[in-house]
Structure formats: C-alpha cells, structure tokens
C-alpha cells in the first residue's frame, strides 16, 4: 500500500456519538487525528509522537474544509482514508474521508497542515526524515 494514501477500517464507538445515536460531527475530527496519527507512524521511523516530543516539531491545522454527506451511527463499520493531495516544503495537503463498508461516503475533510517549531512557533521546513518519506512514495 502507497503511504500516499492510508486506509484504516474503524468501528464507530459509543462515545463517538451524541443521544441520537449518531456522530457527533467533532468526533470526526478525532478520528482523522488518530489516522494521522497512525499513518505517520507507519510513513517513518520517527513516528507521531517523537515527532512531537522528542524532536518538537508541531503540525497544526491552517486550512479546513468538511462536508458532511451522510450519518454514520454506532456501531458502523467504516473506512477511514488518508490521501495526500499536495507536499509543500512547509506544509501538506490531505484528503480524509469516512466510508461505510458499503462504498458510501459520509464526511470528507481537506486539511492543510504546516509544520513548526513547538519552541518557535514558527513555520519550519517539513523534517528531513519526513519530507524524504513523503517525496519517496512518489517516485
């Protein structure tokens, strides 16, 4: 499998859900995070959370955009996806999406990231290690 795009299945849990039984929209966002989260420690050695700790780099959102097209209710089994869609030299482009097992597509996300110095907060090149594990998968 490409680690320009990541797929995971995903069992929606009780606490992903509002009364209604159904996904209470942020929790998207956490799901998508635990992805992101997974993948990088697929795409390099480094992994997420030296990537954060040890080395200090951050990876905050800059730019969002969801759609929601259908509900996802406790219980579902579903996909959740990870594409890149662009690699900047301080920043990346994915494409996230939640899919029943049917095929259905229920949220999308397109997030841009960027990397930064957690002691600056300044923008920074994506890492070495990183940045060569991205360019890699391309070739």
């Known amino acids: ?17 509002d009364p209604a039984g159904i996904v209470f929209y942020p929790q998207y966002f956490v ?6 989260e ?17 080395y200090r780099f951050g990876l905050p959102t800059v730019h969002l955009e969801a759609e929601f097209k259908a509900i996802s209710r406790m219980g579902d089994q579903v996909w959740l996806e990870l594409n890149v869609e662009k690699i900047g030299r301080r920043s990346l482009k994915l494409l996230q999406r939640c899919i029943s097992k049917g095929g259905e597509l229920r949220m999308s996300v397109t997030q841009t990231y960027v990397t930064t110095s957690l002691d600056t907060h300044q923008a920074i090149p994506i890492p070495d290690e990183l940045y060569y594990a991205l360019t890699e998968q391309m070739r």
């Not at 799901?31 to 992101?36: A, K, S, V």
């Open 1 to 17: 499998m490409s680690l320009l795009r990541f797929v995971q299945p995903h069992k929606i849990r009780f606490a992903e859900c």
């Open 31 to 36: 799901m998508f995070n635990n992805l992101l």
């Open 38 to 54: 997974d993948w990088f420690d697929e795409l390099t050695p480094m992994g997420y959370a030296n990537y954060i700790a040890k």
